[in-house]
């Protein structure tokens, strides 16, 4: 078998990193990557296999093919000592809902290694930092979806972990609930210096909080790149007109540029100044009302609803 080459100060490493159920289901095909320490952001559609990557670097499930490492540890081989090393934060519910916060955090403390009294100090200072502090003797079964998830994060920080792998952090909250579950994650990543991975379908999500970005659709890697250089190293042009849509689309096109459609305009690419030009050409030759022709940087969101073209296909990348 392979030895996985460790990469000085990776967080997560894998390579061709490969898992099906049974001969129909492919959940990860020849995922190769390595994530950097700081805040990264995993995305994919559901099914895009982010749960499964996250299960596997937990030494939860042994993959088909290939080899996975956190922290400098074999995930098929170290599993036990990457958990007592990582937080991990589930997607669904699956809190007992009679015991109270403090029971269930200074348990799971507990059971990561920690000494009673440690895990009580450490169960008290976790509540705190999510906001559940004068709620932590309340059942569980009677906190508020918004309670539950932030339960969740503070029993991920019980252990003292080097890594959180949060996997759907938001879900079912409402707008208010996201955020501040966004700028609670932001804030440990900031503060603690803990190293977070999260998992989200939500790009916009990803934007927020993330320095990093790694995105996966049908277990395959699309892309992995620093936040920043994905959204500034694309510079675009929102083009938008009052009618004749389709035609300044076709035109544009059969001038060599790559129009994309979005919201009520198209994004192009801009190389230089004889993108404007052709554009103010295009435009002016069909006699089309000009609303707007606005230079903006990329989001993330735009990237992946536009067309896949947009997206560079790589079979191996680094996130640093």
Known sequence: MRTLEPVAGAVIEADALTMRYGSTVTALDQLTVTVQPGVTGLVGANGAGKSTLIKILLGLLRPTAGRAAVLGLDCAADGFEIRTMTGYMPEHDCLPPDVTATELVTHLGRMSGLPATAARERAADSLRHV?????????????STGMKQRVKLAQ???GDPRLLLLDEPTNGLDPAGRNQMLELIARIGAEFGISIMVASHLLGEIEQICDHLVAIDGGRLLRADSVSSITQA????FVEVDEGLP????????????????QRGLLVEVDDQKTYDLIRDAVADLGLPLTRMVRRRHRIEELFRADPAMIEMTGAASVR
Not at 131 to 143: K, N, P, V
Not at 247 to 262: C, F, I, N, W
Request: charged share 25%; no cysteine; glycine share 12%.
């Open 234 to 237: 694309s510079q675009v042009l």
């Open 156 to 158: 991920a920080l019980a």
């Open 131 to 143: 906001g559940l502090y004068e709620e932590r003797y309340r059942q569980i079964g009677t906190y």
């Open 247 to 262: 035609e300044l689309m076709a035109e544009l096109t059969r001038r060599g540029l790559k129009p994309v459609g979005y």
